[in-house]
């Protein structure tokens, strides 16, 4: 089982509308988690980190789920610009390191 | 402003040849990190470093070699031992903490062969 894996996508959404997509991660001592954003070829951004009572971000809602081991991003009202592949990222057991996903890639669309 | 800064953005590397791709930060941060992105593929980390003068290996570190003389500089270089280099190589940097810190990112140097 890969240490952190989520559904490849592409999500293909109508703008405006909302959409949602699970991280499932295997280290159940993981502390730290956050969602990053990246564009078509370029360097990923952090779009927000994940506490443990969800947070939220605008339109970005974010929740995590230990029992079951898993983060979530909700887009509510999707915008053109959303458009991008989103990694989900969860920390090691040891060290600062961070272990990312393979990303979920999200296509808004008129 | 505060950042991150890679260089070249792109490098070719011929066959038997090292090179050596720069990464400078100037947010004060204590570690820096070095990733591989393949296409379609999430990032594996390389090297990563929390303190000068110090380096550990991440998960596919064979074929690569770092140094960390100062706490603004990681440069990686991808030795002729790496078969199969390209790919898109990102640094990134964040503080030290009891809980992780988010990382953050260069904006890349693709690296092909010739």
């Known amino acids: 089982r890969k240490e952190v894996e989520q559904d490849p996508g592409p999500f293909n959404v109508p703008e405006g509308a909302t959409v949602a997509f699970n991280c499932t991660y295997s280290n159940s001592a993981s502390q730290s988690f956050f969602w990053y954003r990246q564009d078509c070829r370029k360097e990923p951004k952090l779009l927000m980190s994940?506490?443990?009572s969800g947070n939220e971000d605008g339109r970005f809602t974010a929740q995590l789920n230990r029992a079951s081991q898993y983060i979530s991003l909700l887009i509510r009202d999707s915008k053109l610009s959303d458009s991008a592949t989103y990694l989900c990222?969860?920390?090691?057991?040891?060290?600062?390191?961070?272990?990312f996903g393979g990303g979920t890639r999200v296509l808004v669309k008129p | 402003d505060g950042g991150i800064t890679q260089s070249p953005k792109y490098l070719f590397r011929k066959e038997g040849q090292n090179v050596t791709l720069s990464c400078e930060q100037n947010?004060?941060?204590?570690?820096m990190y070095w990733y591989r992105q393949d296409p379609g593929q999430g990032l594996r980390l390389i090297y990563y470093?929390?303190?000068?003068?110090?380096?550990q290996k991440g998960d596919i570190a064979e074929g690569y070699s770092v140094s960390r003389e100062k706490k603004e500089s990681f440069p990686l270089t991808v030795t002729s031992a790496q078969k199969n280099p390209t790919a898109f190589y990102l640094c990134?940097?964040?503080?030290?903490?009891?809980?992780?810190?988010?990382?953050?990112f260069g904006d890349g140097t693709r690296l092909s062969i010739l």
């Open positions: 990222v969860v920390n090691k057991a040891a060290g600062n390191k961070l272990t």
């Open positions: 947010l004060n941060h204590d570690a």
């Open positions: 470093s929390q303190i000068v003068n110090d380096f």
């Open positions: 990134a940097s964040s503080t030290l903490g009891q809980s992780n810190q988010p990382q953050h």
């Open positions: 994940v506490y443990s």
